[in-house]
Nanobody, 124 residues
């Protein structure tokens, strides 16, 4: 079992930056591919970014490409999401997810472990 805890969310203005962290416990994340999903009020949960356990070949939703960067530090058992040039449309609860396998999918159903989420609000 892997437990995931997100942190780093908050309320910011358009154009600002935030870095989300996802701290894992219970097992090493070295063999886990991970991702971030988000869900805005009244909308379906959507894929944001994924990182395979190799740390190579990250994938991003078109809406965040060039603005967000996903990374991981296996030694710290932590994954990150650097979010730059934030927009009001980025407002959502952000979830950290993990799966035991080499591929980070864009489908929520492929992930076995979920954090509780952290709120990100972008507003002027």
């Amino acid at each position: 079992q892997v437990q995931l805890v997100e942190s780093g969310g908050g309320s910011v203005q358009p154009g600002d930056s935030l870095r989300l962290s996802c701290a894992a416990s219970g097992r090493s994340i070295r063999r886990y591919s991970m991702a971030w999903f988000r869900q805005a009020p009244g909308k379906e949960r959507e894929f944001v970014a994924g990182i395979p356990y190799s740390g190579v070949g990250m994938t991003y939703a078109d809406s965040v490409k060039g603005r967000f960067a996903i990374s991981r530090d296996n030694a710290k058992n932590t994954m990150y999401l650097q979010m730059n040039s934030l927009k009001p449309d980025d407002t959502a609860v952000y979830y950290c997810v993990a799966r035991d396998g080499s591929i980070s999918y864009a489908l929520a159903s492929r992930y076995d472990y979920w954090g509780q989420g952290t709120q990100v609000t972008v507003s002027s």
